[in-house]
C-alpha cells in the first residue's frame, strides 16, 4: 500500500472509523473510507480485512491489540499476508517489521506532558511512521467525563496558555497543574 493513496482517501474523508468488535458493520456502511480495527483476534482478522476490501475501504488493525498473534515479525508477516494495509502500534520495531512487508505505519503516541512531547519528536524521528497517531484528541471531553464523579480533577500535562487553564475549570477540573510558572498567577 502506497502512502499517498491513503493521505488521498483521508483528504476526502477525513474521518477515520475506529472499532471494536461488533462496530465493523455501521464502519463498512459510513462514508468513512479508513478504518482502524482495534479490537482484532487471529480467528476474526482474514474476515474483516476481506468486509473492508469488498466495501473499498482501507483497513488497518492495531497490532498490539490483537489477540492470537505474536507481537513480532511474524504477528506482522501474517497481518501482511491476510492483506491488511496498515498497522497500528505504538512499539518502533513492529513498525519496521511492517514497513518490510509493505505495510502502511501508524505510530500510536499518548501526549500526556511536555517532557512525552520531546519524547514523541525523538520517537519520529527514529522510527519514521507513514502517520502518527496522537491520544488523547479532546481532553477537556475526557475531564467532562470524569467531573461528575466524587472525586475531585486536577488537570495536568501540557497546559500552556490562560485559555487553557480556563479550558479546564470551565470543564470541570477542580484546579490545574503545570510547570509554565507564568500562569501560576492566574
Not at 480467528?43 to 476481506?50: G, H, L, M, N, Y
Not at 497546559?159 to 498567577?185: C, D, F, M, N, P
Request: proline content about 3%.
Amino acid at each position: 500500500m502506497d502512502i499517498s493513496a491513503v493521505k488521498e482517501r483521508l483528504e476526502r474523508t477525513p474521518v477515520i472509523a475506529a472499532v471494536r468488535q461488533g462496530g465493523l458493520t455501521a464502519a463498512l456502511s459510513s462514508p468513512a473510507e479508513v478504518i482502524f480495527a482495534l479490537d482484532e483476534n487471529i480467528r476474526t482478522a482474514t474476515q474483516t480485512v476481506e468486509l473492508a476490501h469488498n466495501a473499498d475501504k482501507l483497513i488497518f488493525i492495531h497490532a498490539d491489540l490483537t489477540r492470537g498473534i505474536g507481537k513480532d515479525k511474524c504477528g506482522i508477516e501474517y497481518l501482511a499476508s491476510i492483506g491488511a494495509d496498515g498497522v497500528i502500534s505504538t512499539h518502533a520495531n513492529l513498525l519496521r517489521y511492517a514497513k518490510e512487508y509493505g505495510l502502511v505505519t501508524v505510530q500510536r503516541y499518548f501526549a500526556v506532558d511536555s517532557q512525552g512531547l520531546l519524547s514523541i519528536r525523538e520517537m519520529i524521528n527514529s522510527a519514521r511512521p507513514d502517520l502518527v497517531e496522537i491520544m488523547p484528541g479532546v481532553v477537556d471531553k475526557v475531564i467532562r467525563h470524569f467531573a461528575s464523579d466524587r472525586t475531585p480533577i486536577i488537570a495536568a500535562g501540557l497546559i500552556e496558555t490562560k485559555a487553557e487553564v480556563q479550558a479546564a475549570l470551565s470543564a470541570g477540573a477542580l484546579a490545574v497543574s503545570t510547570g509554565r510558572s507564568e500562569l501560576w498567577y492566574l
